[in-house]
T-cell receptor, first 114, second 109 residues
Framework: DAGVIQSPRHEVTEMGQEVTLRCKPISGHDYLFWYRQTMMRGLELLIYFNNNVPIDDSGMPEDRFSAKMPNASFSTLKIQPSEPRDSAVYFC????????????FGPGTRLTVT | GQSLEQPSEVTAVEGAIVQINCTYQTSGFYGLSWYQQHDGGAPTFLSYNGLDGLEETGRFSSFLSRSDSYGYLLLQELQMKDSASYFCAVSGGYQKVTFGTGTKLQVIP
């Protein structure tokens, strides 16, 4: 398997623009997670899905952020409008093991909002 | 809520042994995991402890004491490539995992 796939790998956009990050989880994994990582706040869980259904979105910073998972092989994280403080690395991860709860992370999307 | 504490930085000599501690406060605790992240890379899973005791995987071992809300990651025979950040993470309800702030390990010759 190719692992978790994220696109784009880098995104530079201007304040106020809409940003859409994409993720393809590992086939067969039934959990999908979106994280944001910054130096100041570390690795924060934004939202996670189980079988395409959002389970916990309490980490989503505000209404400007939204996430969808229309099917088992695709998820998006959208920021509209974007702000400079949204600049971070956004990771998508998937998992299936209820024992170890091991999460497989994608390579991340480095977002810069100017 | 959940909170984890781990040292922010550790320096150790190549070939030596280093221990990274993690204490946590959480509700609905299922287990403690450890992840490694190299600069510019993604976190990768190292180990999981669901029960008290020591789990060994090659040069890495992880320990958990549920009664003390404490765990550690032990790295033996340190190599330069072990220089990275190490995160402890607690598992709660469903598959939710909360990560600590990470310990940056620098291995020096």
């Amino acid at each position: 398997d190719a692992g978790v796939i994220q696109s784009p790998r880098h995104e530079v956009t201007e304040m106020g623009q809409e940003v859409t990050l994409r993720c393809k989880p590992i086939s067969g994994h039934d959990y999908l997670f979106w994280y944001r990582q910054t130096m100041m706040r570390g690795l924060e869980l934004l939202i996670y899905f189980n079988n395409n259904v959002p389970i916990d979105d309490s980490g989503m910073p505000e209404d400007r952020f939204s996430a969808k998972m229309p099917n088992a092989s695709f998820s998006t994280l959208k920021i509209q409008p974007s702000e400079p403080r949204d600049s971070a690395v956004y990771f998508c991860a998937s998992s299936f093991d209820p024992g170890t709860r091991e999460q497989y992370f994608g390579p991340g999307t480095r977002l810069t909002v100017t | 809520g959940q909170s984890l504490e781990q040292p922010s930085e550790v320096t150790a000599v190549e070939g030596a042994i280093v221990q990274i501690n993690c204490t946590y406060q959480t509700s609905g605790f299922y287990g403690l995991s450890w992840y490694q992240q190299h600069d510019g890379g993604a976190p990768t899973f190292l180990s999981y402890n669901g029960l008290d005791g020591l789990e060994e995987t090659g040069r890495f071992s992880s320990f958990l004491s549920r009664s003390d809300s404490y765990g550690y990651l032990l790295l033996q025979e340190l190599q330069m490539k072990d220089s990275a950040s190490y995160f402890c993470a607690v598992s709660g309800g469903y598959q939710k995992v909360t990560f600590g702030t990470g310990t940056k390990l620098q291995v020096i010759p």
